[in-house]
């Protein structure tokens, strides 16, 4: 199952309510506000990688989502 991690970069005090609306999405296994250079780190699981493709793409497209950088993996090891 294809699986990717996006760190989201928002708008200046919008995190709690990016964190809301990639919380709607059922793809979506796990979601933080985090300390970093990052806002939020979102855990992305899909059937196939067309429709990890379509998720990475939707969450990209949300307001008030500045930037992203998305970590696809490649191997889960035991």
Do not use: C, Q
Not at 27 to 43: G, N, P, Q, R, W
């Amino acid at each position: 199952m294809p699986t990717a991690f996006v760190m989201i970069n928002t708008e200046l005090g919008s995190e709690k309510e990016v964190l809301d609306e990639i919380r709607k999405i059922d793809e979506i296994k796990e979601s933080s506000i985090v300390y970093d250079i990052h806002d939020i780190a979102a855990k992305i699981r899909a059937d196939n990688m067309d429709k990890l493709n379509e998720i990475i793409t939707l969450v990209r497209s949300l307001d008030k989502i500045r930037a992203t950088v998305t970590l696809i993996l490649i191997k889960k090891e035991p």
